[in-house]
């Protein structure tokens, strides 16, 4: 299956700056007609594009509070990275409430969901004899299926927690016209649901952005407190090195990290690693986009978040597995035909100057070959070669 | 059976920050024209661990890969010395001739070349004072 991508483009917010272009980690975005274009079947929904773009446009925006209208009942998910920016369980309990004022009938946590994928994935390498990739988040699992088909037999296809927690909701009010509502940390969780991106096999109903819902959980601040606890187990989900086997476990968190990780493990560098936990931002999810925490803070908050005790409940082994997970997409052309084609975008290649400007609105000179193969771009759009045959003439 | 795809890439000596860079390109090409995962999972190990011999033990060289129409891909690794004295001995798992410098930098753990052979479908090293030369042959349809 593959997910749409959760990137809005705004033409009129658009000053052709092409930093955005230049950003993204997988060559999704290119300019036409004066307008940027999001190529669905690249996008990974990195976010990288949105805090580039100074002028706000391009943007993540989750589904908006009238949606809650639509249901009987409704539930908010609320993200552990989230719940560990509070300082203690009063803090905790305020900001429950507040969540709850904004016209739901419950606000629950998946911290507990959490921590045991990640135990899960624990067991699941120390059975293995290769080495695994676990990864909850939606942006690693595109990555290694759009480019890195060779580690696709390596990853856990572990469900995210918002999705089991969406299941279990469902099932106890079977007969209720239940809304999930999820709380999302960045652009990429935005996805993990039914709306607004459309991606109909998720079980999540609606994605909520931080961004846009977090002034209107602030207004409601200080007005009250739900009761809340959570287990320490839980909590520490925030933190995998509390909860996985250290000696053979690898963390990689920022972007370019995974991705120096990813190339290493295609060359067989990191075989000695049982398990590899991969997180495209620093410090894992409490770094989403849309918060605005610190590790060291988080670390402080979750040892006295979880001061009392509370047993952590456990879940059903097979409901934890996901058939949502990208498949490799199959190119039908043949081997021969594609090496041709590799040898014409390079005849190409060379006529090109090589700076990889932007300027004709593709990332790098080799996409705009690409793009001439496919008879998308001319060569005339190429800036540089017509400043240099314009001198000449 | 003819040619339809040819490069060659260029490997300097010592150069252990760029060492890589040529199985990288090698990588993104044959990802780029649909080589199957697991074939070129191997192309990968063997390329990376080839060109990092020839960073570490010998003066560089050129690697030179060659994709034929009948789905064969050659990769020929030409360095211009030492040369390896005991080849049956260099092909032991856990035997290194490293020196501290690569060791220090992770390298230099002995399986190489015992790994590059266990990932190829053909394999072939001839080495004299004047270099080594290595041949690997990956087949795409099996």
């Given at each position: 299956?593959?997910?749409?991508?959760?990137?809005?483009?705004?033409?009129?917010?658009?000053?052709?700056?092409?930093?955005?272009?230049?950003?993204?980690?997988?060559?999704?975005?290119?300019?036409?007609?004066?307008?940027?274009?999001?190529?669905?079947?690249?996008?990974?929904?990195?976010?990288?594009?949105?805090?580039?773009?100074?002028?706000?446009?391009?943007?993540?925006?989750?589904?908006?509070?009238?949606?809650?209208?639509?249901?009987?009942?409704?539930?908010?998910?609320?993200?552990?990275?989230?719940i560990?920016?509070?300082?203690n369980l009063d803090?905790a309990g305020?900001?429950?409430?507040?969540?709850?004022?904004?016209?739901?009938?419950?606000?629950?946590d998946?911290t507990d969901?959490?921590a045991?994928?990640?135990?899960?994935?624990?067991?699941?390498?120390?059975?293995?004899?290769?080495?695994?990739?676990?990864?909850?988040?939606?942006?690693?699992?595109?990555?290694?299926?759009?480019?890195?088909?060779?580690?696709?037999?390596?990853?856990?296809?572990?469900?995210?927690?918002?999705?089991?927690?969406?299941?279990?909701?469902?099932?106890?009010?079977?007969?209720?016209?239940?809304?999930?509502?999820?709380?999302?940390?960045?652009?990429?969780?935005?996805?993990?649901?039914?709306?607004?991106?459309?991606?109909?096999?998720?079980?999540?109903?609606?994605?909520?952005?931080?961004?846009?819902?977090?002034?209107?959980?602030?207004?409601?601040?200080?007005?009250?407190?739900?009761k809340v606890s959570f287990s320490k187990r839980g909590l520490q989900s925030?933190?995998?090195?509390r909860i996985?086997?250290?000696?053979?476990?690898?963390?990689?968190?920022?972007?370019?990290?995974?991705?120096?990780?990813?190339?290493?493990?295609?060359?067989?560098?990191?075989?000695?690693?049982?398990?590899?936990?991969?997180?495209?931002?620093?410090?894992?999810?409490?770094?989403?986009?849309?918060?605005?925490?610190?590790?060291?803070?988080?670390?402080?908050n979750i040892d006295e978040l979880g001061k009392e005790y509370k047993a952590p409940s456990n879940?059903?082994?097979?409901?934890?597995?996901?058939?949502?997970?990208?498949?490799?997409?199959?190119?039908?052309?043949?081997?021969?035909?594609?090496?041709?084609?590799?040898?014409?975008?390079?005849?190409?290649?060379?006529?090109?100057?090589?700076?990889?400007?932007?300027?004709?609105?593709?990332?790098?000179?080799?996409?705009?070959?690409?793009?001439?193969?496919?008879?998308?771009?001319?060569?005339?759009?190429?800036?540089?070669?017509?400043?240099?045959?314009?001198?000449?003439? | 059976?003819?040619?339809?795809?040819?490069?060659?890439?260029?490997?300097?000596?010592?150069?252990?920050?760029?060492?890589?860079?040529?199985?990288?390109?090698?990588?993104?090409?044959?990802?780029?024209?649909?080589?199957?995962?697991?074939?070129?999972?191997?192309?990968?190990?063997?390329?990376?661990?080839?060109?990092?011999?020839?960073?570490?033990?010998?003066?560089?060289?050129?690697?030179?890969?060659?994709?034929?129409?009948?789905?064969?891909?050659?990769?020929?690794?030409?360095?211009?010395?030492?040369?390896?004295?005991?080849?049956?001995?260099?092909?032991?798992?856990?035997?290194?001739?490293?020196?501290?410098?690569?060791?220090?930098?992770?390298?230099?753990?002995?399986?190489?070349?015992?790994?590059?052979?266990?990932?190829?479908?053909?394999?072939?090293?001839?080495?004299?004072?004047?270099?080594?030369?290595?041949?690997?042959?990956?087949?795409?349809?099996?």
């Open positions: 299956m593959n997910t749409k991508s959760v990137i809005n483009y705004t033409l009129e917010s658009c000053v052709r700056c092409m930093k955005c272009i230049k950003a993204c980690p997988t060559s999704a975005l290119s300019m036409k007609d004066n307008r940027i274009i999001v190529n669905t079947k690249e996008c990974v929904n990195c976010g990288r594009c949105v805090r580039e773009c100074h002028n706000k446009g391009l943007l993540a925006h989750g589904s908006t509070l009238a949606d809650l209208d639509n249901y009987e009942y409704t539930v908010c998910l609320v993200p552990s990275a989230l560990s920016h509070c300082k803090e305020d900001l429950f409430h507040a969540i709850k004022l904004l016209g739901f009938d419950e606000v629950i998946v969901i959490d045991q994928l990640l135990e899960e994935a624990n067991i699941l390498a120390s059975e293995s004899n290769t080495t695994l990739i676990a990864s909850f988040c939606p942006v690693v699992n595109h990555i290694i299926s759009k480019k890195h088909e060779m580690l696709m037999d390596s990853i856990i296809q572990l469900d995210y927690s918002s999705e089991i927690a969406a299941r279990m909701i469902k099932r106890k009010y079977a007969d209720k016209n239940v809304g999930v509502f999820n709380l999302c940390e960045c652009e990429a969780k935005i996805e993990l649901a039914k709306y607004p991106s459309g991606n109909d096999n998720y079980d999540c109903d609606h994605a909520l952005a931080l961004a846009d819902i977090f002034p209107l959980i602030r207004k409601n601040m200080h007005l009250g407190k739900e925030c933190n995998p090195m996985v086997h250290k000696d053979n476990t690898l963390i990689a968190d920022g972007f370019d990290k995974v991705s120096s990780v990813i190339d290493m493990s295609e060359y067989g560098l990191l075989n000695e690693f049982k398990l590899m936990y991969l997180y495209p931002c620093f410090n894992g999810c409490i770094g989403g986009h849309m918060l605005w925490g610190n590790s060291f803070s988080i670390q402080n879940y059903e082994f097979e409901d934890l597995f996901s058939n949502k997970y990208d498949e490799s997409t199959t190119d039908t052309r043949s081997f021969k035909e594609r090496i041709n084609e590799f040898n014409e975008i390079n005849a190409i290649l060379d006529k090109l100057p090589g700076y990889d400007c932007s300027a004709c609105g593709m990332q790098t000179c080799r996409l705009m070959a690409e793009a001439i193969v496919n008879k998308e771009k001319d060569l005339k759009d190429c800036q540089i070669l017509s400043v240099l045959e314009g001198g000449k003439s | 059976m003819s040619v339809i795809l040819h490069k060659e890439f260029e490997v300097i000596k010592d150069d252990y920050i760029g060492a890589g860079r040529a199985s990288s390109e090698i990588k993104s090409i044959l990802g780029s024209v649909g080589i199957p995962p697991k074939i070129m999972r191997n192309v990968a190990v063997a390329s990376y661990e080839a060109e990092i011999n020839m960073v570490i033990h010998a003066t560089g060289g050129i690697i030179t890969l060659d994709v034929t129409d009948d789905g064969v891909i050659k990769l020929v690794f030409h360095d211009n010395g030492p040369g390896i004295p005991d080849i049956k001995k260099a092909l032991t798992p856990g035997f290194s001739t490293a020196n501290e410098k690569a060791r220090s930098l992770g390298f230099g753990a002995g399986m190489g070349l015992p790994n590059i052979r266990r990932v190829t479908d053909e394999f072939d090293i001839q080495s004299s004072e004047d270099g080594t030369i290595i041949n690997l042959t990956f087949y795409v349809n099996e």
